[in-house]
């Protein structure tokens, strides 16, 4: 069964691996460090995996410092019911400056498209984008809708090659409303599709990507998510660099890192700036270590590079927290990305512990969201009922804003430096 399906894909994922790569071309950093960027989607977005991501590396990880990030996700959403629910409206109360897309996976009704489909989804994006240009968003990240899985997908009344030929022509009508406006185009679905394939090619077709129901995807393709993001954010990926130089034992590193102390191929350093950690079995679709191997977040968003000079001809064995890898002088004086060959290093724990603060802080917002906000007068009324002041939901809506942004402040201050060491020396 996989092999056949297999065949059908493969054609769809060398167009979609030319298409990556235009559409998450680098562009410049679009964010500033005031921006309050609202994640906004469907279920999901409110998985809240994706969208942690998105957090958690533009707490820890960017470059120019934190940035903000709230998320917006309604189970079953599309362009039309965010605006009979009037959700646009709870957005844009907490005066988001940037604000991302996922819509497509409802509006395409799990079926093969038409014009009904292509209208109504076109129409909403439109309407949708317009809506936050009005009201003082300077930037919408209009994101595609992903993918359904190409073994595990059952809905509807067509299989999984006919409902991403659905949502591919969703992603081009994204696309285009995105140019339109002059606003970032996220490829969500052409990488998550490349990715799909080759990731089934090695863990085999049990292995998900788009998740076990086929739509919703678990930690590994909500990482693939996160990535189409924050490509299209202009996020470059530049987390550091430490130079040592073997013949003098001397050491320097980059802006967010802090040499400590340098001598004989031992170096201790301090780091404001984290790499982008993962984390579970390779195999597990609910782990991201193994995922990342079939697309280049390391390589575009995630170089923590290490530098060695006048190191000798030979092999060098560089250990950095409880693991040790083996390079070539030549390999170490080009630079090797420490991020990326150790999965497990010293900023995993702490990276982690910040992650599930945002998880937390997330957990919050959707609370805030869909039962608070989303009962505007059901509160109202009970209120009323209770002989409290006019005005008092409208205090009581401000001072839990204010604690979302309260909960963002502190999440801020939980990025300390992390003390590490990494070590040199010949390998025997």
């Known amino acids: 069964m996989f092999t056949g399906l297999n065949r059908c894909f493969v054609g769809l994922a060398a167009a979609a691996a030319i298409a990556v790569g235009a559409a998450q071309s680098f562009a410049a950093d679009i964010l500033k460090s005031d921006d309050l960027v609202a994640v906004c989607g469907d279920s999901i977005t409110e998985q809240k995996d994706y969208s942690v991501d998105i957090e ?46 996922c819509f497509g996976m409802n509006d395409g009704g799990y079926r093969a498209i038409t014009d009904q489909i292509l209208n109504k989804y076109r129409d ?201 890898k083996v390079y070539t002088s030549e390999e170490l004086a080009n630079g090797v990305n420490l991020a990326a060959d150790f999965l497990k290093n010293p900023f995993s724990a702490q990276f982690e512990k910040i992650r599930q603060a945002v998880s937390r802080k997330q957990a919050y917002e959707t609370l805030l969201y869909k039962t608070y906000m989303a009962n505007t007068k059901m509160v109202k009324d009970a209120m009323k009922e209770a002989n409290l002041e006019g005005d008092a939901y409208d205090g009581v809506k401000t001072a839990l804003i204010k604690r979302d942004g309260k909960l963002a402040a502190e999440l801020a201050t939980q990025v300390t430096p992390v003390a590490h060491t990494i070590q040199i020396e010949a390998a025997q």
């Not at 002059?182 to 599709?193: E, I, Q």
Request: with cysteine; net charge neutral.
């Open 56 to 101: 958690a590396y533009l707490l820890m990880c960017r470059a120019a410092g934190p940035v903000r990030t709230a998320q917006f996700g309604w189970s079953g959403d599309d362009v039309v019911w965010i605006f009979n629910r009037g959700s646009e409206k709870d957005i844009l109360s907490i005066h988001p400056t940037i604000v991302t897309t």
């Open 124 to 324: 909403g994006m439109k309407r949708l984008i317009a809506t936050f240009k009005d009201n003082g968003v300077r930037i919408v990240v209009v994101g595609s809708p992903g993918v359904v899985d190409s073994v595990s997908f059952s809905r509807g009344t067509n299989g999984a090659e006919v409902y991403n030929k659905t949502l591919a022509t969703l992603r081009d009508v994204a696309r285009d409303v995105a140019k339109e406006n002059g606003f970032p185009f996220a490829n969500v679905h052409d990488v998550m599709m490349d990715v799909m394939v080759k990731a089934k090619a090695k863990y085999g077709p049990d292995y998900t990507v788009a998740g076990g129901d086929g739509v919703h995807p678990a930690s590994n393709g909500q990482l693939v998510m996160a990535y189409a993001f924050l490509k299209a954010m202009g996020c470059d990926g530049d987390i550091g660099t430490i130079t040592v130089d073997l013949a003098s034992g001397k050491a320097t590193a980059t802006d967010g890192h802090k040499v400590i102390s340098a001598a004989k191929g031992t170096v201790a350093l301090e780091s404001s700036r984290y790499p982008f950690c993962f984390w579970g079995n390779p195999s597990d679709p609910n782990a991201t270590s193994g995922i990342i191997e079939f697309f280049p977040f390391n390589e575009d968003l995630n170089r923590l590079k290490l530098v060695v000079t006048n190191a000798p001809a030979g092999k060098f064995k560089v250990t950095w927290g409880e693991t040790s």
